[in-house]
Every structure is written in structure tokens, then in C-alpha cells.
């Protein structure tokens, strides 16, 4: 099916179509249908957003707008994405398969992020300090940084643009987000909404279009201050480069490849429920998915019986029904490259327990069957790389050290997962896994007000909380001889 519907870049406060005249194809991965054309952004129309973000750091505007009144915007941005919710949701399931449940819970909670940030708004503030001689006034001030290049996957475009442009905001900044190729839809609503809350024009802008030409020029334009990114670790150490060379400061939340470890003394009826979530929730398509399950031999057995008949029930569909438990991927390479991690995976040695293949779904689109591999281990790619897809790998183990050695044996650190009825146990596990964030007895929560970093090559920064407050501001030291 083709459409006529376009979507412009979103550039000083309206849609303007792209500089070359040139649009590309968004396509719904459970229909296969094509959804819209989106603005395929190159470097003059990055300019001209970059151009507009730079005016509007300096106009009065924005500029000498008190810290509540930033907060006021920000609250009622969130007001608006909550009155819209479900159209938001339903567009971004439609971009990218997510499950249509998933989505609204999503939008249920994502208000929260910007009344987080809109509460913190005017608490962003300096210190009075004592400085040695008594006749010196020492203050400090804590600055928003100018313009900020924000650059998102398709995985979530909303929560993870939410996560970069709410505390961006809040400190006084403007913004140029570069969403992904794959999902172009939502963020340009959410620009729209955000120009509907009363931003000034040019505090947010949106240029479409493909990571090696709009996102390369954004990364590259001399005038940003910062670049936040959200994505894979390849394209992070790539921006890291550039962004180290110019001094500039850069957000890096990227890969994973987390455990989630279930002790002999868990519940291990709650354990397979939290390693089925942890692994297959958006069809394995999260960074914090829990793609390296970790079991002790005396509930191996157990668990990977309750895993792979889970898995086997998981209704597979259209994720606009209610009750569909997995969707599509997202694009036909993502399905490709998760079907040959299952084939290399074999290769190597490991036992397709279940799953493993493409199911037969009526929508025809990119549909994967949820896949638990066994007989594998750590010196096997298909346990040591990011999938980003439904396949777990599940490992047996004995002691206690010798799961944390297996657990951290890896270049990621984003998260991990830890289940047990020892107190002890899991204050020892906790303090000594190499992840950003552990979880004990839950998998997969978070708020707004809890800060996110990767450890290793997972990032860099930290999202969420107050913490990232300092992300996206300077501090200046003012010294008075009164
Ligand atoms: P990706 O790195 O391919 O793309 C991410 C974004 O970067 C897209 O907008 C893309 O267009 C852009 N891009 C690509 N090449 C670029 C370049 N040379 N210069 C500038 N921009 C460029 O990642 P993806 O496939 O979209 O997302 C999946 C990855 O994101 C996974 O590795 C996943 O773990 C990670 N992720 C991390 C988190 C986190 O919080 N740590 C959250 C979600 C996803």
C-alpha cells in the first residue's frame, strides 16, 4: 500500500519541507504497508535547524525566561502528551511494531518525566563559597550549554527523545534532535506539541533522515555544545571521536548485553516470569533486554522449562490487539540479522530449545518467534554480542563467584538482573556486577527520578534524575573582591 501522507523536517517553530526536495519511505513492520515519506535531511537543512536552535539560545525569549516559567512549559508539554496519548501511541506502534499495550503503558507514565524536570526547573542553581580571604565574594553559577544535538534510536523514539529533551529544557538549552530513519513520526508530533505548549520557536527542531547524512552533519556542525546520543556502541565511539576532538561534552547511552542471574534459593515461578519480560518484552528489542540468562544448576531444569513453555504460549500478532505478547521487529535487517545470530549460534554449538524461526503471521511482516538457546557459553558470539532481538541464551552455574565472574565477563555494563531471597547475597551481587543499573527480584523498572549510566562500553553520562542536571550545564566560578 503507498500514502500520500509527507512528514517536513520541524525547524523554527514549523514544518518546512527539506532542502533537496528529497522524501524516503517509513514502512509498518507488522503490515508491511508504507506509512509516510519523511524529509530526508541532509547538511543545509541541519544548518538551518542548527542556525535557528543558535538564535533561540540567544533570544530574550528563551533567553531571560525565569527558571518556573521554563518549568511551566515543560508541565505543560507533559499535559499535552498525556491529553494525546493515544494517538502518540498508536503512532509509534505503528512506526515501530511496538506492542500497543506496551505503548500506552509508556504514555501512561512518560508526563511524569517532564513534571520531573518541570519541578527541578527552578532548582537548578550555583553556591555561595567560602573562599579564603574573607573580603572575596565566591559564587557559582550553574549555565545551560547552548545548543544540544540529540540524536535517538527507533527502539523508543518517544521515552528515549523524552530522556535527552526534558532535562535539556529544564537547564535552559535548546535542541536539535536528529530522530532515527525508522521511526520519524512521533518526535516530529512531539516538536509540534512542544511549539503547541508555547516554546519559543527555535528552542526545539527536528531534521529527518538517515544517520550517515542528517546525523553525521549534526554531529559534525561546530556550533553544538553537546551531542546526547542514544544507540548502538559502533555509532557512540564514532560520535565519542568527534565530539572528544572538539572538547565538547557528549551523552552516550548505548548497547548491552545483560544477565540476569536466578539464584538456587529464588522464587523461581517469579524468576521465569522476570526473565521472560526481561528478554522478550518489545520483542528483545531494549538495551536493557536480559539477553544472558544465568541459572543455578539446581533450578536449571526448572527454569528453562518454565522459559520455553512460556515462550511457546507467547501469542505473536498484530500489536495493535490486545491480546498480542509479541510484535514484529522493526525493519526487515533487524529481522535478518536476528535470524543469522540463531543460525551462527547453532554453528557454534547451541541447541534451539525453541523458537528459531519466522512464524506464520497473516500480516506477512517481520515477525520472529521468541527463541531460548541452550549449550551455549561465554566464548560464543551469540552470548557476547548485542542481538536486539527474542533470543535468550540460558547457562548454568554453580557458585556464586563463579556467576559473577561469568556475569561480568563481557564489554557491556548496562544492566543486570538478580533474583534470590538472600538478603546478603543480593547486597553482594549488587555491589559487585558492572552494570549501571541492578535490579533484585524485578526486572525493567525505572523512573524518572532514578539515574541511568552505562557502565564499559554501554555509555557514558548519566540519564534520568538529578544527576543529569550537570549533563546538560556548565558551572562558572565568579570571584567579587567587595
Ligand atoms: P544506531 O547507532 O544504528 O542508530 C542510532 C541513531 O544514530 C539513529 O538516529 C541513526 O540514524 C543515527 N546514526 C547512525 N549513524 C550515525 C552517524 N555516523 N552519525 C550520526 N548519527 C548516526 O542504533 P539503532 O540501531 O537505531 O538502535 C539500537 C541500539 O541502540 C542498540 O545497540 C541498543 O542497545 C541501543 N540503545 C541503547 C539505549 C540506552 O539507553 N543505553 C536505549 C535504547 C537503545
Known sequence: MSTNRRYEHFINGEFVPPSSGEYFESTNPATLDVLYQAARGNDADVDRAVSAAAAAFENPAWRNL???????????????????????ARMETED????????RGQLATMPEYYYYYAGLADKIQGDTIPASNPAILN?????????????????????????????????????????????????????ALADEAGFPAGVINVVTGFGAEAGAALVADTRLAKVSFTGSTAT????????????????????????????????VANASMGVVAGIFAAAGQTCIAGSRVFAHKSVYDELLERV????????????????????????????????????????????????????????????????VLTDVDN???????EIFGPVAAIMPFETEEEVLRLANDTTYGLAAGIWTNN???????????????????????????SPREGFKTSGVGVEHGIESIREYTRLKSVWINT
Open 139 to 191: 559564587y557559582t553559577l550553574r549555565e545551560p550549554l547552548g545548543v544540544v544535538g540529540a540524536i535517538t534510536p527507533w527502539n523508543s523514539p518517544l521515552t528515549l527523545t523524552t530522556s535527552k529533551l526534558a532535562p535539556a529544557l529544564a537547564t535552559g538549552n535548546t535542541i536539535v534532535i536528529k530522530p532515527s530513519e525508522y521511526t520519524s513520526a512521533t518526535v516530529l508530533r512531539l516538536a
Open 66 to 88: 525565569s527558571q518556573t516559567k521554563r518549568g511551566h512549559l515543560l508541565r505543560r508539554l507533559g499535559d499535552l502528551i498525556g491529553e494525546h496519548a493515544e494517538e502518540l
Open 423 to 449: 538478603l546478603s547475597r543480593a547486597h553482594r551481587m549488587a555491589s559487585r556486577l558492572e552494570a549501571g543499573t541492578v535490579w533484585v527480584n524485578t526486572y525493567r523498572a525505572m523512573s524518572p527520578s
Open 236 to 267: 557512540g565511539a564514532r560520535i565519542a571521536s568527534s565530539t572528544a576532538s572538539r572538547f565538547i561534552g557528549s551523552t552516550l547511552e548505548l548497547g548491552g548485553k545483560s544477565p540476569n542471574i536466578v539464584f538456587e534459593d529464588a522464587n
Open 96 to 103: 515501530n511494531g511496538k506492542l500497543l499495550r506496551e505503548m
Open 308 to 371: 520455553a513453555n512460556r515462550a511457546r504460549s507467547i501469542v505473536i500478532g498484530d500489536p495493535l490487539l490486545n491480546e498480542t505478547e509479541l510484535g514484529p521487529l522493526a525493519f526487515q535487517d533487524q529481522r535478518d540479522k536476528v535470524a543469522s545470530y540463531v543460525d551462527l549460534g547453532v554453528s557454534e554449538g547451541a541447541t534451539v530449545l525453541t523458537g528459531g524461526g519466522r512464524p506464520n503471521i497473516p500480516l506477512g511482516g517481520y515477525f520472529f518467534e521468541p527463541t
Open 379 to 385: 566464548s560464543m558470539r551469540v552470548v557476547r554480542e
